[in-house]
């Protein structure tokens, strides 16, 4: 019997056991459940001779979970440098008003600033993998199952989204009325009063039609990216079924006009960046059908590692776009940057979402191409990232917010506030900031901790929260076909 085995798959001898031996056996399976949840990934035994053959787009996994690992340096590196103006010097340029520091070089910057291109490159993979499936159905030209997959998709994906956010702010709620603990949002005085306030801001942010409101969950500002990726999802599937009875050419051409339009006609920048998902898939399924239009082998004889490894530099100087303020004049004040800023689109209203457009434009297709570069983000240190990547999104800004504040407020990492909320943790622990900016001998110990819990937690939640709310999403639907029905 496999070890997945739930009650419904029960053999006829476990059947005939004793109630109180199905007890014991319920018991010790609630058990090692709970310890092999809570056990870290690094100490559980493995046969490093078995290899599980890696996906075809596995290095996609990889890149979504680096792309969560630099949303996580740049939140910790935002926090503890807020006192020393961390916001411009860490997203300006290298020589902006004089400051030359070495986390602000190009391509080194993406490292500490990185943040930005990884939403991006977040909402490029969601269009990437969203379409995958349907396009496959539509290149074999099955549009019945194609039908099916579109009406199971669009019930799923709320589910997907939202449960794990609901049960992540809920906590974080909760969390202040048990402990006392500030998390970032002003309290109410009873925890019913919270309740209401969490019930009321999380069914307006979830409610993806509503206008004018606040873009973020005020207990979780970092979720603004959700709602945006549900109106994306729908819009890839809106997409699909449009295009699905189109001629190749035909269907490529409506990709290529959406993200036109949403780039340079009106400023829909994120949902360019899903339809260069959708594209980029399309165009890859073709290449490997060896079924790309003919325009495309006028480019061949200059395809090539060098061509590509260009090609993903330039991406990098193009995601390492200044980015403290939306004016694009801040932009042009930037070394290296004045030439570059007027080619801005007009409908673009935050002109950093142009260049890191662009530069995922560069990037996605290239990583593939480069040997070594597919390589890494198919590293188990990558694809373990990329298992966790969306509760590693979700936990790291409460952890930073609690745990982490308190530990940058120990070694010195002081703000003003600490003096009114946690005097008894600042600088309790002072360490010297040797070292450049970004990477101080005091900032570089609190990782020793503050990377291993929040990557812990992270693992944790995606097995109780994650997970789950994928199972719960698929459980919904098939309950509601007909007898026979299936996904």
């Known amino acids: 019997m496999s070890s997945t085995a739930g009650l419904l798959e029960k053999g006829e001898q476990e059947e005939a056991q004793?109630?109180?031996?199905?007890?014991?056996?319920?018991?010790?399976?609630?058990?090692?459940?709970?310890?092999?949840?809570?056990?870290?990934?690094?100490?559980?035994?493995?046969?490093?001779?078995v290899k599980t053959k890696l996906r075809r787009t596995a290095y996609l996994d990889g890149l979504r979970g680096f792309a969560?690992?630099?949303?996580?340096?740049?939140?910790?590196?935002?926090?503890?440098?807020?006192?020393?103006?961390?916001?411009?010097?860490?997203?300006?340029?290298?020589?902006?008003?004089?400051?030359?520091?070495?986390?602000?070089?190009?391509?080194?910057?993406?490292?500490?600033?990185?943040?930005?291109?990884?939403?991006?490159?977040?909402?490029?993979?969601?269009?990437?993998?969203l379409s995958t499936k349907p396009l496959s159905l539509i290149h074999s030209g099955d549009l019945l199952t194609f039908g099916d997959v579109l009406a199971s998709s669009f019930f799923r994906r709320w589910f997907r989204l939202f449960l794990p956010l609901i049960a992540v702010t809920l906590g974080i709620a909760t969390f202040y009325h048990l402990t006392g603990i500030y998390i970032q949002f002003t309290p109410e005085s009873t925890y019913r009063?919270?309740?209401?306030?969490?019930?009321?801001?999380?069914?307006?942010?979830?409610?993806?039609?509503?206008?004018?409101?606040?873009?973020?969950?005020?207990?979780?500002?970092?979720?603004?990216?959700?709602?945006?990726?549900?109106?994306?999802?729908?819009?890839?599937?809106?997409?699909?079924?449009?295009?699905s009875r189109m001629t190749r050419n035909a269907r490529l051409l409506c990709e290529v006009t959406l993200i036109w339009y949403f780039m340079y006609v009106v400023d829909g920048a994120f949902y360019s960046m899903f339809m260069l998902g959708v594209l980029l898939s399309d165009l890859d399924q073709l290449e490997i059908s060896g079924n790309l239009p003919s325009f495309f082998s006028y480019f061949k004889s200059w395809w090539g590692t060098h061509l590509w490894f260009f090609t993903f530099l330039l991406g990098v100087y193009l995601g390492g776009v200044p980015t403290?303020?939306?004016?694009?004049?801040?932009?042009?004040?930037?070394?290296?940057?004045?030439?570059?800023?007027?080619?801005?689109?007009?409908?673009?209203?935050?002109?950093?979402?142009?260049?890191?457009?662009?530069?995922?434009?560069?990037?996605?297709?290239?990583?593939?191409?480069?040997?070594?570069?597919?390589?890494?983000?198919?590293?188990?240190?990558?694809?373990?990232?990329?298992?966790?990547?969306?509760?590693?999104?979700?936990?790291h800004g409460p952890i930073l917010w609690t745990l982490g504040d308190r530990?940058?407020?120990?070694?010195?990492?002081?703000?003003?506030?600490?003096?009114?909320?946690?005097?008894?943790?600042?600088?309790?622990?002072?360490?010297?900031?040797?070292?450049p900016m970004g990477l101080e001998f005091s900032f570089l110990c609190t990782q020793v901790i503050l990377l291993p819990v929040t990557l812990w937690i992270a693992e944790i939640t995606t097995n109780v929260l994650d997970t789950p709310s994928i199972k719960v999403g698929n459980w919904l639907y098939r309950m509601m076909l007909p007898a026979g029905g299936d996904l």
């Open 193 to 243: 009063a919270e309740l209401w306030k969490w019930y009321t801001d999380f069914k307006n942010f979830s409610f993806w039609y509503a206008h004018n409101v606040v873009p973020w969950n005020i207990y979780h500002t970092h979720t603004w990216t959700l709602p945006v990726e549900l109106r994306g999802s729908v819009l890839v599937w809106i997409t699909l079924s449009a295009v």
């Open 407 to 435: 530990m940058y407020a120990a070694v010195g990492w002081s703000k003003e506030e600490h003096a009114l909320l946690i005097p008894s943790w600042s600088g309790i622990l002072l360490l010297p900031r040797w070292g």
């Open 324 to 395: 403290t303020e939306e004016n694009i004049s801040f932009l042009r004040e930037n070394p290296g940057w004045l030439w570059m800023s007027y080619l801005k689109p007009q409908a673009v209203f935050d002109y950093k979402h142009f260049y890191l457009f662009w530069a995922a434009v560069m990037i996605v297709p290239a990583v593939p191409r480069i040997s070594w570069l597919k390589r890494f983000f198919e590293s188990n240190f990558c694809q373990y990232l990329g298992k966790i990547s969306f509760m590693l999104y979700l936990v």
């Open 18 to 49: 004793d109630s109180s031996d199905n007890s014991r056996i319920t018991a010790w399976q609630a058990l090692g459940y709970l310890i092999h949840t809570l056990r870290p990934t690094i100490l559980t035994r493995t046969n490093s001779r």
């Open 68 to 129: 969560a690992f630099l949303v996580y340096i740049l939140h910790h590196e935002l926090w503890a440098h807020g006192p020393l103006d961390g916001d411009v010097r860490f997203q300006a340029g290298f020589g902006y008003h004089g400051d030359r520091y070495f986390m602000a070089l190009p391509f080194v910057r993406t490292f500490f600033s990185g943040g930005h291109l990884a939403v991006v490159i977040f909402f490029v993979l969601s269009g990437y993998v």
